[in-house]
């Protein structure tokens, strides 16, 4: 068909045609799942105190990223990556917790048996309360207004009242690892020395199921799409369950890297991914409540095996320090074990 007055019929010339082709594989290319969900370092934050670390904590309303490292919790600027300050005088810190209105955070220290409870706006601390051996994971739920706390060889979960302070133990049947609110009176905590996953009522702190993951041997990572009513549990064994949370069912069991240690969510993106000590970060689209699609994995240094997720930006933090020594498996088909230069932790910012 002959162009049209006025409107110029560029396919039938070579440059047309070239252009043509470009703009077709340019649109290809941003179609496709690899391409859109890309991600590049854009900056590495040397982290001061002893190369022990564990879980990455990132709060929107604050704009921060909490790190623990076990004497002392590193804070950053989640926009410039600043190093803000640190929380310090703790005694083997694993988690942290943030209620927001009260203007309070919660570091707790697994070998102390206790939680420092501290200023948001100056990072000291204000009191200290009891918790459990082992204290490890933890998470404010406004719904309740408590901070959970988990300890492994406690074999249990404490719930504290952030108003009045009392405590109350929820025993588990078997070794917790992490935990996850759905902030709205439904806590499910991930039992690594079972293969089981429970749920709790905040408002009664008892048990109301308590489900098997299948495949799933050491469950460790848990996060949470609360629009789907999703829930996302890593395992020790190389896969992640995605897990229905209102009845338990498994909708899918997918594979992921070796060695990871906790996994997170991006509601924006719908994106689920994974830390592993294997020196990869397992990315999963999140297609629909029940349809996921594994992505190529991103590449990261050995033993960055936590993680958190900017929920605004997208940005990804993982922390590992220099690797000076690599052996054996400390168990079989696992990752290698990994040995790191004293004072050399760093935090590791990814953007998409």
Same mark, same amino acid.
């Given at each position: ?35 859109? %969900? ?22 929107? &309303? ?9 004497? %002392?919790? &590193? ?37 102390? %048996? ?42 249990? &979960? ?59 041997? &050491? ?134």
């Amino acid at each position: 068909m002959p162009a049209q007055a006025g409107i110029h019929d560029f396919s039938s010339s070579p440059l047309g045609q070239k252009n043509m082709k470009k703009l077709l594989l340019l649109a290809t290319l941003l179609a496709s799942p690899a391409f859109a %969900q890309s991600y590049h370092l854009v900056k590495t934050v040397p982290l001061p105190g002893p190369a022990h670390w564990d879980y990455v904590h990132y709060e929107a &309303a604050q704009n921060r990223v909490y790190i623990s490292q076990f004497s %002392q919790m &590193a804070v950053l600027n989640a926009t410039t990556f600043a190093l803000i300050g640190e929380v310090t005088g703790l005694n083997g810190s694993h988690g942290v917790a943030i209620d927001n209105a009260a203007g309070l955070g919660y570091a707790d220290s697994g070998k102390a %048996q206790n939680i420092s409870v501290f200023d948001l706006k100056t990072l000291k601390t204000t009191k200290t309360i009891p918790a459990l051996a082992d204290a490890d994971g933890m998470v404010f739920d406004p719904a309740s207004n408590q901070i959970f706390v988990v300890g492994g060889d406690a074999q249990a &979960a404490l719930g504290i009242n952030a108003t009045t302070g009392a405590a109350q133990n929820i025993p588990l049947g078997g070794g917790p690892e992490f935990l996850a609110t759905d902030g709205a009176g439904a806590l499910y905590i991930n039992i690594n020395s079972t293969g089981e996953l429970v749920k709790i009522d905040t408002k009664t702190d008892t048990i109301t199921a308590r489900w098997k993951l299948g495949t799933c041997t &050491a469950p460790v990572g848990l996060a949470m799409d609360t629009a789907t009513n999703r829930l996302f549990v890593s395992c020790e064994d190389a896969v992640l369950v995605v897990v229905n949370a209102a009845t338990g069912a498994i909708v899918t069991t997918l594979p992921i890297g070796k060695g990871t240690d906790s996994d997170a969510f991006d509601p924006e993106k719908k994106l689920i991914f994974s830390a592993n000590r294997d020196g990869t970060l397992s990315m999963i689209k999140e297609v629909s409540a029940n349809d996921y699609k594994t992505l190529p994995p991103l590449k990261t240094p050995l033993g960055a095996r936590t993680m958190a997720v900017d929920t605004k930006t997208g940005d990804l933090f993982l922390v590992t320090a220099k690797v000076t020594a690599i052996g054996a498996p400390k168990h079989p088909g696992g990752p290698k074990s990994l040995t790191f230069a004293p004072n050399s932790l760093k935090a590791y910012i990814y953007a998409p």
